[in-house]
């Protein structure tokens, strides 16, 4: 019989790749929501759905993401971030499910000069990267046996606004762009994070815990936006780099934001694809829409 699997956030870049994968596999029964289905941030909206659905798994795949916003929204974004995981975790605790919790790589600091591991002592600098981290803790003093955190970065696809599309945009309308050179990370595909997660899940045991996930590799943002017009063929915008001195946000970000991979990797049997790789096949899927 197949496994129920509750998607949250269903229409947003995770989401929406979770439903591209798990629609047509006959293995689970996904149920995908969005605020217009359930709303998360009510205990008691989120206990009625429960009660109306067996659910085996939880896939919590929304979150409040507006990172410069939250600075001046911290308690709608608590209440995505942190709130809303620990009613889906009590759910899930109380019915026998299992939940996954996609979490970042702003609960560090950026100050790292080597991947940052699941063990590393977490530092949040800005209202999401702290509201994210918070999740985590509640969810895990819930259900420490039965939850997965997968922390990401630089998260893109052809779905909603991101990056790869903001400088596809810009590379066809603009003559220059300046773009931070001295932020350093790993661009991961949602479609890859979407595989990870539903690798985890289809794992003949179920291996508790926080695992890092992003795409091979590791680039700064001004390198990131010369790879995308490269893959294009963008030629007419000329592309230089700037700091991030030059380029003051209202949220810090890390400087420093590579994920160490080798947990998953070694407890999944899994590989992962390079980020060039992957940025190619998204670009062809969004040239294609």
Known sequence: MAKTILITGANGQLGNEMRNLLSANEEFSPIFTDVQELDITSREA???????????????????????????NAALCERL????????????KRHGAKMVQVSTDYVFDGCAHRPYREDDATAPCSVYGTTKLDGEQRLLGIMPTDAIIFRTAWLYSPYGKNFVKT???????????????DQVGTPTYAKDLAIAIITAIKAPQWHAGIYHFSDEGAISWYDFTKAIHR?????????????????????????????DKSKY?????????????????????????
Not at 50 to 61: D, L, T
Not at 171 to 176: C, I, L, N, S, V
Not at 232 to 247: D, F, K, L, N, W
Not at 265 to 289: G, H
């Open 46 to 72: 989120i206990d009625a759905f429960f009660a109306q659905h067996p659910i085996h798994y939880v896939v919590n795949c929304a979150a409040y993401t507006a990172v410069d916003n939250a600075e001046d």
């Open 81 to 92: 971030n942190a709130d809303a995981v620990q009613y889906l975790a009590e759910a899930a």
């Open 167 to 181: 400088m596809l945009t810009l590379g066809r309308t603009k003559d220059a762009l300046k773009v931070i050179f």
């Open 231 to 259: 893959i294009a063929g963008i030629s007419g915008c000329e592309v230089s780099p700037c700091t991030t001195a030059e380029y003051p946000t209202k949220a810090r970000r890390p400087h420093y934001s590579v994920l």
């Open 265 to 289: 990797k070694s407890t999944f049997q899994a590989t992962v694809p390079y980020w060039a790789d992957s940025l190619a096949e998204c670009i062809t899927r969004i040239e294609n829409q």
